[in-house]
């Protein structure tokens, strides 16, 4: 694949990235579903890594990361590694453990999910804020909202892939 057509990819993928965003900062919280705000950011990293594999799971994870780091308040560091982590992740067990699928992104999706909210429980509980039991009833529903999101995101993505993923352009 040319240099050109990987810049075209990449390109296409993060305006894919724009929408995906937007629902996520500007329209979703203003209708928060069971009291929580649904997380679609990680899984479009993973949705790319499920469609893409793990080298570029983890490339797009940590351009997702950094967009997630710089453009929500309170955000450090630490997502730009944590999200390029769980793309490599996800891009490996999708391509050799699970399926290249709809189904594959699911299970990689409630697991990168899994693993942020259980990170944020712990980082919570570890401060003092609240007890677990508190914590928990809002991780739950936030991970379940944040996962029914998953085939619709995995879609933009998915269309995305049929036009320019892959080696498509080569």
């Excluded at 069971?34 to 790319?48: F, H, M, R």
Aim: charged share 10%; hydrophobic share 60%; aromatic share 10%.
């Amino acid at each position: 694949m040319t240099r050109r057509n990987l810049i075209h990819k990449w390109t296409v993928y993060a305006l894919a990235l724009v929408p995906v965003w937007l629902l996520d900062a500007c329209i979703l919280p203003r209708w928060p579903v069971l009291g929580v705000i649904p997380t679609l950011l990680p899984l479009a990293a993973v949705a790319v890594a499920v469609l893409e594999g793990g080298l570029a799971g983890s490339g797009f994870g940590m351009g997702t990361g950094l967009l997630w780091a710089l453009a929500y308040p309170g955000g450090f560091g630490f997502r730009v590694f944590l999200l390029a982590l769980a793309g490599m992740a996800a891009g490996i067990l999708s391509r050799y453990v699970l399926s290249q699928s709809l189904f594959g992104c699911l299970i990689c999706s409630a697991g990168v999910l899994a693993a942020l909210g259980g990170g944020h429980v712990l980082r919570l509980l570890a401060a003092g804020t609240a007890p677990l039991p508190v914590l928990l009833q809002v991780a739950v529903p936030e991970w379940l909202v944040s996962l029914a999101w998953s085939p619709a995101v995995y879609l933009i993505f998915r269309a995305v892939y049929r036009k320019v993923g892959g080696t498509r352009l080569a």
